[in-house]
């Protein structure tokens, strides 16, 4: 699982993100006023773009480096939950944070509609295929989430079925927390006129154009709708267990640093350790040298 860095070295000393400008996101506190306003999806007084750069790719190769001996332990996993309003950057997410990880040891996943073998099942049973093994990291391009979003909001099932899931998802997620899993839940909050400007450039951009979907105009009508929705997951689904936190995301670079800066808090908090070489391969291997 060892490959070459191609970002900063680790041992370097940490860039803070004070020192460029930015405050650590920190858990949604269930008990708090949570602002899901246009504002919070800006920050100010970050620093230039190069600053937060260097930053970032610092934060990407200990990110490289801890992946390593996450799989070496063995005995945690990592899942990071990365939910949005269209155009809010999951995949710009995942193409640049997650692609400091060896590829090896992660999957992705993304979750769309339920296929109609899927709605047979209750709403967790795609989700759980997916949950990263030990020693792995899992990503997932909206999650179980949008089974109390979209569905609430495009009315695809009676209040009182999408009510009970946020105690499922609860229990769910702490049961993968008993079994070494380490949870980031992230939504990438975009403001309104941000979102406006990435669509508009899908439908300008002959290239982009694939990526608008009509959904994606009906989803926009009913902002105020899916804020209420977002508003009540994160408050009521943001537990110690698997803790939510707003990215500000209307700036692509410190969307990923604070991402990026999300993750590498959590796997730094685990106890990893590399596997001491057992005695009957080091007596094997005695005479090697
Ligand atoms: P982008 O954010 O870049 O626009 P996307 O995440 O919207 O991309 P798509 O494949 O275009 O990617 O959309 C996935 C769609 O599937 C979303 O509209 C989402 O709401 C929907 N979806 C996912 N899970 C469910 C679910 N359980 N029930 C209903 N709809 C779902």
Known sequence: MTAPSQHARSDKALVSLTSVGLTPVVPVNPTAPLDLGNAAARVSGAANKKEIEAALSQRLGRLEALQDALFADGRHAVLLVLQGRDASG?????????????????????????????????????????????????????????????????????????????????????????????????????????????????LDDPRKN??????????????????EAYHEALTRCSTAAAPWYVVPSDNKTVRNLLIADVLMRAMEALPLHYPTMPDAVREAARDFR
């Open 90 to 202: 999951k995949d710009g997410v995942i193409k640049t944070v997650c692609g400091a990880f060896n590829p090896t040891g992660v999957r992705v996943t993304a979750f769309g509609p339920p296929t109609p073998l899927e709605l047979r099942h209750d709403f967790l049973w795609r989700v759980h295929q997916a949950v990263p093994p030990r020693g792995q990291v899992g990503v997932f391009n909206r999650s179980h989430y949008e089974d109390v979003l979209a569905v609430r909001v495009r009315r695809l099932a009676p209040e009182t079925v999408w009510r009970g899931r946020y105690a499922h998802i609860n229990a769910f997620e702490e049961l993968l927390h008993a079994n070494g899993v380490v949870i980031c839940k992230c939504f990438l909050h975009v403001s309104q006129d941000e979102q406006h400007e990435r669509l508009t450039s899908r």
């Open 210 to 227: 694939w990526k608008f979907r009509a959904e994606d105009i009906e989803d926009r009508a009913r902002w105020a709708e899916y804020t």
